[in-house]
């Protein structure tokens, strides 16, 4: 089971902070937004691909407001749940990969302490 039960009404709710967010900074929520835009207008990867892309992303980077929306594009470009799985399979090797790596360097740390 996951942390949120309720996905439409998170995904409501995160809609109605961001319409206040950006009465509060409009010039950043627009420079995001264009962002965003510009990520997602590609001439080489289809709509499913960089969706999944995305919910890899999201799972690396903790983002639930990413995986909402993301899971509702994947789904919409045709993802199924295996293809989201296999994809998500590369963000779960991809996050073992960074903490050995980050051993490596306590390890490193831990030889220039003198210990």
């Known amino acids: ?36 835009r510009g990520a997602s ?22 983002c639930q407001g990413c995986l909402d929306a993301h899971a509702r594009k994947a789904r919409v470009a045709g993802a199924t749940k295996e293809e989201v799985a296999e994809a998500l399979g590369v963000a779960i090797a ?3 990969g960074a903490a050995f790596t980050y051993t490596l360097h306590a390890l490193d740390a831990m030889d220039q302490a003198g210990v």
């Open 41 to 62: 207008t590609t001439t080489h990867l289809d709509a499913k691909t960089r969706e999944l892309i995305a919910l890899a992303v999201a799972v690396t980077t903790r």
């Open 1 to 36: 089971m996951s942390g949120i039960e309720d996905w439409d009404g998170y995904n409501a709710a995160l809609r109605a902070r961001g319409k206040e967010l950006s009465a509060l900074h409009p010039e950043m929520v627009k420079g995001f937004g264009a962002l965003s």
């Open 94 to 96: 991809l996050n073992a």
